[in-house]
C-alpha cells in the first residue's frame, strides 16, 4: 500500500492542499567519516604494573615547585594511588617513551605525566606539561572518587594516543586558565570515558587527525573558551554521554562540527547523548555541523551563533582557513545530516535526534534517511533552510520557518502559519491541517 502525502502551496492570498501519491525523490547530503576506536587491542587479563619516576601510594605530598623528566615505557612522570594527595604551586613535566598496553592508558593512567587513580586527590597551580610518546596523556584521573584540579597550565601532547586532560572511569578533572595543544592521532584535549571533565577559561588546539577537540563517552562541561579541531570533527559523543558548553567558541575544520555515533556495541537503544550549548559560536569548515548515526540524541540550542563558513577570527587562528563557505547558500550547508553509515546492525543504526531551538537563528538543511529521524522543536526561533526526510518540524507561536527549497517531511506541527515558503513546496504525510494565511517574513 502506498503512503498518501500532501502538498502546501502558500502565497500571500490563497493556501492550497491536496493529495499526491509520490514526492520528489530526497537526495541525501554528502556522507561523513565515522573515526575508527583509537586502539582495538583487548585489554590484558595482566596489563602492566603501574610504574612512576615518583610514584605516591597512599601518601601527602606538598611543594612550591616541582620538576620532573620521565623517559621510562609504561612510567608515568607521576602516579597517586590509594587516596594519596599531592599539591604543587608550579610545576614541569616531560614525559617521553612509549606505552605497551593502550587499554591501560585508559584503566589505570598508565604511562601519564600526571596519573591520579583510586580516590587520589591532586591540586596544581600553575606550570607546564609537555609528552612526546605514543599514549603518553598529559593529566589522566582514574578511578571512582579522583579527583585533580589543575591551573594556569600550558599543556602541549606531540605523539599519538595523547590526551592533554583525561577522566575515565568515575574520575573527576577541573581546570582553568588553561592553553592546550595536541598534535598526535587520536589526541583529543578533553576526553572522558566514564569520567567528568569540567573546564574555564580554556583555549585549545587539536592538529592531529580523529582528533576532536572534546570527546565525551562521559561528561564534558565547558566555560567561556575557545576550542579548535583543525584534524577531525570538533566534538566527538560517544552513546548516552553528555557535552555542556556555555559562552564559549567552538571550530571544527574536517568531517562536520560534532559527531554523535556508537562505534562499540549496541546502538541507538543504548540510550541518549545529550549535546546543550548556550551562547558562544559554532562553527565548521566542513559542510555539516551535526551528524547523528547508530545513536539517539537529544541537542539544546540557546542562542548559539551557528557558522558555516571559515571567516571567523574568534575561533580559527588567522592564516590557518581555506576558502570561505557563504553562510548564505543553503544549497551547500547542512545542519544536520542523520543516517545509517557502516556501524551497529544494518536497518536498526540510524541517527534519532530531537533538537531543541531557544532563541536561535537556525540556516541550512536538515536531513533524515530511513531508519533516522528528527524532531525539530522551535522555540522563539528563526529557521531559514528545508528539511528533506523523516522529520517532524514544531513551530511554536514566537517562531518561523523561511523555506530556501521545497521540503519533504513527515509532519509540521504548531503555528504552521508561521511558515514563509518563498515559492516552495511543502510535502509531508497526509493528513494534515490547512494553513489559514501566509505569514509575514
Not at 590509594?82 to 614541569?92: L, S, Y
Not at 577531525?232 to 574536517?254: C, H, M, Q, Y
Request: hydrophobic share 40%; with cysteine.
Amino acid at each position: 500500500m502506498k503512503k498518501t502525502f500532501a502538498i502546501i502551496t502558500l502565497s500571500a492570498l490563497s493556501a492550497c492542499l491536496w493529495a499526491i501519491e509520490t514526492p520528489p525523490p530526497i537526495e541525501p547530503p554528502e556522507t561523513f567519516n565515522v573515526p575508527g576506536l583509537a586502539f582495538d587491542e583487548e585489554p590484558q587479563s595482566s596489563p602492566p604494573n603501574p610504574t612512576a619516576k615518583h610514584f605516591f601510594d597512599g601518601k601527602s605530598f606538598k611543594r612550591d615547585v616541582f620538576s620532573v623528566d620521565a623517559t621510562g615505557v609504561d612510567c608515568s612522570a607521576v602516579m597517586l594511588v590509594n587516596n594519596a594527595k599531592f599539591e604543587v604551586g608550579k610545576i614541569r613535566v616531560l614525559k617521553l617513551g612509549e606505552i605497551t598496553s593502550k587499554p591501560a592508558g585508559n584503566t589505570i593512567g598508565l604511562n601519564a605525566a600526571l596519573s591520579v587513580g583510586s580516590g587520589s586527590k591532586m591540586l596544581v597551580d600553575s606550570g607546564e606539561i609537555r609528552t612526546n610518546a605514543v599514549g603518553a596523556n598529559a593529566v589522566s584521573v582514574w578511578g571512582g572518587d579522583s579527583q585533580a584540579m589543575v591551573k594556569n597550565l600550558a599543556i602541549k601532547t606531540e605523539s599519538n594516543l595523547s590526551r592533554a586532560l583525561f577522566a575515565d572511569d568515575g574520575g573527576l578533572l577541573e581546570a582553568e586558565d588553561v592553553i592546550i595543544e595536541t598534535r598526535g592521532e587520536n589526541s583529543a584535549a578533553l576526553e572522558a570515558i566514564g569520567g567528568t571533565v569540567s573546564v574555564a577559561n580554556v583555549t585549545a588546539k587539536t592538529m592531529g587527525q580523529s582528533s576532536p577537540v572534546i570527546c565525551s563517552a562521559g561528561r564534558v562541561a565547558i566555560v567561556k573558551s575557545i576550542l579548535s579541531s583543525f584534524g577531525a570533527e570538533a566534538v566527538l559523543i560517544e552513546g548516552p554521554s553528555t557535552v555542556e558548553i556555555n559562552d564559549s567558541d567552538l571550530f571544527a575544520r574536517k568531517n562536520c562540527g560534532v559527531l554523535i555515533c556508537q562505534r562499540i556495541a549496541g546502538g541507538p537503544q543504548n540510550g541518549a547523548a545529550v549535546f546543550s550549548m548556550s551562547g558562544g559560536t559554532l562553527a565548521s569548515e566542513a559542510k555539516s555541523i551535526f551528524c547523528v548515526t547508530n545513536a539517539a540524541c537529544t541537542i539544546n540550542l540557546d542562542n548559539v551563533n551557528i557558522r558555516f563558513r571559515s571567516s571567523s577570527d574568534i575561533v580559527a587562528p588567522q592564516g590557518e582557513m581555506d576558502s570561505p563557505i557563504d553562510n548564505n547558500d543553503f544549497s551547500k550547508i547542512v545542519l544536520v545530516n542523520a543516517r545509517q553509515e557502516d556501524l551497529g546492525t544494518p536497518d536498526n543504526n540510524g541517527g534519532h535526534v530531537i533538537l531543541n531551538a531557544v532563541n536561535q537563528n537556525l540556516p541550512g538543511v536538515i536531513f533524515a534517511d530511513q531508519v533516522s529521524s528528527v524532531e525539530l522543536n522551535l522555540k522563539s526561533s528563526k529557521f531559514a533552510g528545508t528539511v528533506n526526510g523523516n522529520v517532524i518540524v514544531t513551530l511554536d507561536e514566537n517562531s518561523s520557518w523561511t523555506l530556501t527549497d521545497d521540503a519533504n517531511l513527515s509532519a509540521i506541527r504548531g503555528s504552521i502559519n508561521n511558515v514563509v515558503t518563498n515559492g516552495h513546496q511543502i510535502f509531508y504525510t497526509a493528513p494534515q491541517p490547512q494553513p489559514q494565511s501566509q505569514a509575514q517574513p
